[in-house]
């Protein structure tokens, strides 16, 4: 090799050397820019959520703090109306069964909210309450088992109890299932939330690309709030298995 041909390859070399020093700065670059991205995807979802839940915190104690007692005193004074009229005297038991059906509702709303079993007792307690409600509808058999857990962040519980209304949502409304077996305990540092059902399952990449996947999604999300894995076990005709794991 002569030194016109030795100064071409070592300039090659430099080119492609430089060339390489520049490829990899920006797939470093791109690398570092999804990271980002997605630590700001997830902040806002994070935040999106908190939102939410503060707003419904909100919204269930107006309604249970103040419309409700405002409704309880309406009736009261209805009833220290001392009609002998027949006729106002059947409009004073309509409008007192009227807002006994208000109240229910009012109170059916705010618990649905924010359910107060939940902030007073924990998680436990307002999964059973939650479960106990369904088992007078006959909509679903769910059979709930749980040793007393004592859950440190009010906000796991939160989200938790969301996951599992979800779970029971996604049961009726997709799975058709007829019972639900859900289980809630610790192991190895963990908190353990597994569900299986005995309904007509699905197939999961397929759900998740139509709307059937938006259940899924909320999952997924408050989930990756807590910084939790998510396991699904579903093919159509066996039924469907969450296995839910929250480092404690």
Known sequence: MDTKEAKVYVAILIAAGVLGIILVYFIITIIRQQKKNLVLHKEKIQAEINTLETERKRIAAD?????????SAVKLQINSLNSEDK???EIIDKSNSQIDVILHRVREI????????LLRKGLVAAIKEYVDDLKESHILQVNFDSPAIVIPSKETEVHLYRVV???IHNTIKHAHATLLELKLYKENNK??????DDGKGFEYDQAIKNSRGLGLSNLASRIEILKGELFIESKPGKGTAYTIEIPL
Do not use: C, F, T, W
């Open 110 to 117: 705010s618990n649905d909210l924010m359910p107060h079993v």
């Open 87 to 89: 006729e106002d005297a």
């Open 165 to 167: 209304k979800e779970i």
């Open 191 to 196: 908190l353990i939330l597994y569900a299986r």
């Open 63 to 71: 309604l249970h703090d103040d419309l409700g007692p405002l409704l």
